[in-house]
């Protein structure tokens, strides 16, 4: 018993939540940009440079300010890697080890790097100007139900015709 969950918990890491296919192509490609930057500095470093970048080279619809495509509501719509996140005075509670973290975001922009559990709003995110990553893109989780406060907009890019 205890080797079929550990190869059920292995594969539900090593298979991606969504294939290739699935994932719009203008997505796919902000993720690969996203991948080629991280771990180093994007423009003046702040967070709103990965998102401008992204959208910029991909020639994607935005307005220039903190609309990044077409809003959507996560609660019920997938998210996909590649998809862009407004916050606006957020705070996030969660539990480490024995230790309640609680973590802020006044005005920050992040991109969904991976999917870690579609129906939980588990997901990895690509950001900078963040306490653990500096003025470098870095990744980290993001529970969306640890969330106590505030405002997240979320986006799917879309391409310029």
Not at 15 to 41: C, D, H, L, M, W
Request: proline letters at 3%; a negative charge; charged letters at 25%.
């Amino acid at each position: 018993m205890k080797i079929l969950l550990s190869i059920f918990l292995t594969l539900n890491f090593i298979i991606p939540a969504f294939t290739q296919e699935e994932i719009p192509a203008i997505n796919q490609k902000i993720v690969e940009y996203v991948k080629s930057t991280i771990g180093t500095k994007v423009n003046r470093g702040e967070c709103w440079d990965l998102a401008y970048e992204a959208l910029s080279r991909h020639e994607c619809m935005w307005d220039w300010e903190y609309e990044y495509g077409e809003k959507y509501d996560p609660k019920k719509e997938d998210v996909y890697p590649g998809d862009l996140i407004q916050f606006e005075k957020v705070s996030v509670n969660y539990k480490k080890g024995n230790m309640s973290v609680t973590e802020t975001m006044g005005h920050h922009t992040a991109i969904v790097y991976r999917i870690i559990d579609q129906e939980k709003k588990i997901f990895e995110l690509a950001h900078q100007n963040t306490e653990f990553s500096g003025k470098k893109v870095g990744l980290s989780e993001f529970n969306l139900n640890n969330v106590t406060k505030g405002e997240i907009v979320f986006y799917h890019p879309v391409a310029l015709e």
